[in-house]
């Protein structure tokens, strides 16, 4: 019987060509300057549409900790728009500073955390604005006005999570050497006060960690980075 002849053997099938994947575009990196700059002309804005008073004084209740959030954040702000004088801010900062206490440190005017808490946020944001009016003015007496706020919060024990890391940035950044070295202790008691979940209490008294006290500890701890001993986080 005459044999079959054979198939012709199949060519292989060309694999569907999958369509190129494009890479993402990369996360802008944030333009903290931009931001700041942003932020000074809002306040200044907004000190301007409340009509300061002569005082010094800006919106309508809690005067003194309206005023040292203020003064803290037109300080920051004026220092990245380049400014060297600004007749609203150093009305803020004297009304602050009228109000700063024998003992150095400025009075708690009122509570209501987590964030408005202690005297160490109202000292702390006010060291910035008087460190900024120091370097910015002749007259000596904002100058002692921070050295006061700086000896006060060196020299006083924190009791919240918030009250420790305001003792550590404000000490790294305006301590002398003496204040940074017995800061490093702090920086130890606060990584020893880690819960089990990787995070921290806003207060020992607290159940339970939050993201607002763990994103303040890691704020401290890159800050803390100019403590003796301490590499901090990348």
Known sequence: EPSKPEKPAEKPKDKPKLP???????????????LLKGYGNQTKREIESQKQTPEGTIGQ????TSAVFGAM?????????????DREFFKVVDYVL????????I????????IVQGRFMMTGNALVAFNWAAA???????????????AWMAGNEPVSTQDLVFKIVAVNRYGNAEQKRAAWSL???????????GGWKEAPTEEGSNAFATGQV?????????????????
């Open 98 to 105: 009228k109000h700063q206490a024998q003992d150095g440190g």
């Open 73 to 85: 954040g037109y300080a920051s702000a004026a220092a990245a728009n380049d400014r060297s004088s």
């Open 187 to 197: 920086v130890e008691k606060l990584a020893a006060q880690q819960e089990q979940d």
């Open 61 to 64: 209740n809690h005067y003194l």
């Open 136 to 150: 910015h003015s002749k007259d000596p007496k904002y100058r002692q006005a921070a050295q006061r706020a700086i």
């Open 218 to 234: 890691l704020h401290a701890f890159k800050q803390g980075g100019g403590l003796p001993g301490f590499v901090g986080v990348s």
């Open 20 to 34: 190129e994947k494009k890479p993402e575009p990369a996360t802008p990196a944030i333009d903290v300057k931009a």
């Open 107 to 114: 009075p708690e005017e009122f509570n209501d955390p987590p």
